[in-house]
């Protein structure tokens, strides 16, 4: 294992900062997404409402990888060439987006009425409303599932391994197929993903911890 | 001088009738009580007042604007008329002192000196000046209701609508929260008060509204003859039972 880590740490440490760039790429245009598709969820507006709706419930329900494809293979044929990177992360951002929006949409909702309707009735505006009262309680409710789909997201941009987007997936299989040792590369791939993933994780327990003290 | 004009107003919430043929003009310095059995439509109406429940057809005036027409601003009518909710619906992130300033802050662009000021005056109104920097879980149901109350009164509105106010407080919290409505109706704000309180109805209210199936079915500012003499057979059978209850 330690052979592996050794001879490849060049390329396998490129990898690693493949995967952090699209994972940082993808999060902030998914939660700006997710956050505005959420937005027209709950849009008293009905066509408005419409549009959120569809847009989550058709992305949400298709693989990530066929997007993905989509974006590597139906985009760079008929509109512009763009890499596998590219591809990759757009596809990674779209299909988060769509789990971001439910989970922002949810909070929001749990936000009683009452709260909405307080706010309104000394003459704010939705918008005054929705930033000064109603979001700033849902944060709170947001941001734990929120944290398990910035996790899901890391993982999910192993994605990026099969459009060649040279990734720590994509380097591991390569170096899987040069050493001959699968065991040993996947391992090693496996525990650079903990890296990410684990502080991320205990991250999250903290703040909701803290919150509930509160 | 009229406030609100009710002319021919209806309601629907779906298929259900919720307001039926209302007819009612409530003068500025009135203090109307709402009264009726639950399901009636007291609080639908209130709260088309201001805009919280759109109106189905008819014409409601408040203060000369009319709420029907898509060209009012409905937060300028919300400026003008408060309102008392009866879970309170104070801002849960905010402090008590926050709740009060917040909305002369953002919607009448006072500054934070002049709204502090004044907001710590209506909390001294309503005796909880001590709880400026609270926030609201930490306080009980009663207080919440006083600091709603400071919160609309902040808005210098010209009525203030209220839900139940006390239907959701403890027994011996309720008396605080009356006292703070008397004070109110006595400095001459328009008022019009949905409520089972009918001590508060005799006492402070000059005119009565019994209402049943969406319907105003009684409207009287003899309001001691309204409980002595009731005329419409539900009216009737209302008061005989929370007289005997």
Known sequence: MFDILNSNWGVLGTGFLTTIECSVIALIFSTILGTAFALMEISPIKWVHAVGRVYVEVVRNIPLLVITMFFYVVIPKYVLPITGFAAGTIGLTIYTSAFIAETVRAGIEAIAKGQMEGARSVGMTYGQAMTQIVFPQAVKVIVPPMGNQFINLVKNSSVLAFVSGFDLMYQGKLIAAATLNTFDSYIVVGIFYLILTLPLSYFMRYLEKRWDAA | ?245
């Open chain 2, 1 to 245: 001088m009229s406030m609100i004009e009710f002319h021919d107003v209806e309601k629907y919430y779906g298929k259900f009738h919720a307001l039926k043929d209302i007819n009612l003009t409530i003068d500025r310095g009135e203090v109307v009580t709402i009264i009726g059995p639950s399901g009636s439509g007291k609080s639908s109406l209130l709260r088309t007042i201001n805009g919280l429940e759109p109106i189905t057809s008819g014409k409601l005036l408040v203060n000369d604007m009319d709420l029907a027409d898509s060209k009012t601003d409905m937060n300028r009518i919300r400026k003008d008329v408060g309102m008392v909710f009866q879970h309170f619906n104070l801002y849960a992130n905010k402090t008590v002192l926050d709740n009060v300033t917040l909305g002369p802050r953002l919607v009448l662009k006072k500054d934070k000196k002049e709204a502090e000021e004044r907001a710590m005056d209506l909390l001294k109104m309503v005796g909880l000046d001590d709880k400026a920097a609270s926030f609201p879980s930490m306080l009980s149901g009663g207080q919440k209701q006083r600091v709603a109350i400071a919160r609309s009164l902040a808005m210098d509105p010209k009525a203030i609508l209220f839900d139940e106010p006390t239907s959701a407080l403890d027994p011996e919290m309720i008396g605080d929260v009356l006292d703070v409505m008397r004070k109110i109706a006595k400095q001459g704000m328009t008022m019009v008060v949905v409520t089972h309180e009918m001590g508060f109805a005799k006492q402070v209210g000059n005119r009565i509204v019994f209402m049943a199936d969406g319907k105003i079915l009684e409207d009287s500012t003899d309001v001691a003859d309204f409980f002595a003499n009731p005329k419409e057979p539900r009216a009737k059978e209302f008061i005989s039972k929370i007289i005997n209850h």
